[in-house]
């Protein structure tokens, strides 16, 4: 079964250093999405991804925050200059369509733990 | 308000019981409802869609009532791999999905 692919699976990083979390998609979706989750707390959604640019972005996401496509396959989030409220778990998501009434699901990659120490 | 809520739980079940737990959303104008299920320190993993008539997969069925905004999930003949935080999750008409807190179920012998 085809499945979502993020590297590092832990990414220790000094504060205000850049950091920047990878993510193989599933082939043939088309939408891509960063999640994350705080230890201890709820999955909150960071941002939206087609067609080349953000379809939709939370409070959370920030200046501070980028995501690219930068070839076929790789869709990457970017930190600039990490803090220490960034350790959580980074999760990548795609699906096959996005918007309006589709249930068609989002299928998860298992995650990067980032620590900012 | 939440927009997503759970009871955290834990639900303890004897093995072979059933279980059932619900999620209430105050976004009125959500429109795909689904279960994810988390295993500690990993990844949610889809379990099911929601649909409005409602819907079993094997021992698992999902119900929605829009007009009380809720959402449950019933798990008959629990196993030992149930054990989990089971994830109530909601979209809207954009992309975004949110999450409830979970509802953790621990099946025991």
């Known amino acids: 079964e085809p499945e979502v692919t993020q590297t590092p699976s832990h990414q220790v990083t000094q504060m205000g250093q850049e950091v920047i979390l990878r993510c193989v998609p599933i082939?043939?979706?088309?939408?891509f999405y960063w999640y994350r989750q705080i230890l201890g707390q709820k999955v909150e959604f960071l941002v939206s991804f087609y067609n080349n640019e953000i379809s939709e972005k939370s409070e959370i996401f920030d200046d501070q925050f980028s995501v690219e496509r930068p070839d076929g396959s790789n869709f990457t989030l970017k930190i600039r200059s990490t803090k220490l409220e960034d350790s959580a778990m980074y999760f990548c998501?795609?699906?096959?369509?996005?918007?309006?009434?589709?249930?068609?699901?989002?299928?998860f990659g298992d995650g990067t733990r980032l620590s900012i120490l | 308000r939440k927009e997503v809520e759970q009871d955290p739980g834990p639900f303890n079940v004897p093995e072979g019981a059933t279980v059932a737990f619900n999620c209430t959303y105050s976004?009125?104008?959500?429109?795909?409802f689904f279960w994810y299920r988390q295993d500690c320190r990993k990844e949610p993993k889809l379990l099911m869609s929601?649909?409005?008539s409602g819907n079993e997969d094997g021992r698992f069925t999902a119900q929605l009532n829009r007009a009380s905004q809720y959402i449950s999930l019933l798990i008959r003949d629990s196993k030992l791999s149930d054990s989990a935080t089971y994830l109530c999750?909601?979209?809207?008409?954009?992309?975004?999905?949110?999450f409830g807190g979970g509802t953790r179920v621990l099946v025991k012998p």
């Open positions: 999750v909601v979209k809207a008409a954009g992309n975004k999905l949110t």
């Open positions: 976004n009125s104008a959500s429109q795909s």
């Open positions: 998501a795609s699906s096959v369509q996005g918007h309006g009434l589709s249930n068609q699901p989002q299928h």
């Open positions: 082939s043939n979706h088309l939408y």
């Open positions: 929601v649909y409005s």
